[in-house]
């Protein structure tokens, strides 16, 4: 499960999840579009199905990675250990693992009921440029990843639209084509 807003999904996060699609023992990664994260703002967010389509538009036939709108269905703010505690019940011949930055690594001691979390999947973790990943890191729920170092953000790709930059290069072609043509983040 790697879990975001994908506000938009780019790039970065689809060479981070084909990285752990292909080089680790997940059979298959799920991405979370997740309508409100707590820690965001939800004004900046485009609408939950714009964003899934989106990213349903970037995986394309990709069998291996999976959109997720299953959060969209639960309590807002969506909290990981609610998501995966329906996960867990619904598809119970599934083990589920989540994915996460290194960064988020470093405040994972903050999320809600996060030793829940860690009692019951593994944590694969990506490098973030400027992180440790923190105390959590020598868990042994935890798995550090040696996947590609991504310095692309969402943040940033909104600002450049804005801004009027071109930032084609930066997301699939078809993701950009749907953002370019709905007239999004300008």
Do not use: C
């Not at 959109?67 to 909290?79: G, H, Q, R, V, W």
């Not at 979390?117 to 400027?130: A, D, F, S």
């Amino acid at each position: 499960m790697f879990f975001g807003s994908f506000n938009p999904i780019h790039n970065g996060h689809l060479i981070i999840a084909g990285y752990l699609a292909e080089f680790t023992d997940l059979d298959q990664v799920w991405l979370v579009v997740s309508p409100h994260n707590p820690h965001k703002l939800k004004r900046t967010l485009l609408q939950d199905h714009h964003r899934l389509a989106i990213v349903k538009i970037a995986i394309g036939d990709n069998r291996k990675i999976k959109a997720s709108d299953i959060e969209f269905k639960l309590e807002k703010p969506s909290y990981t250990v609610v998501t995966l505690t329906y996960l867990h019940e619904k598809f119970p011949e599934h083990q589920f693992a989540l994915i996460l930055g290194s960064d988020n690594l470093e405040n994972f001691h903050k999320w809600k009921n996060y030793e829940q979390i860690l009692e019951h999947n593994e944590l694969y973790v990506y490098p973030r440029k400027g992180s440790s990943g923190g105390d959590l890191l020598s868990h042994p729920k935890v798995k550090l990843i040696e996947a590609p170092m991504m310095e692309l953000s969402s943040t940033f790709i909104r600002d450049a639209i804005k801004a009027k930059k071109d930032v084609r290069y930066m997301l699939p072609e078809s993701a950009w084509h749907y953002i370019d043509e709905m007239n999004f983040y300008r």
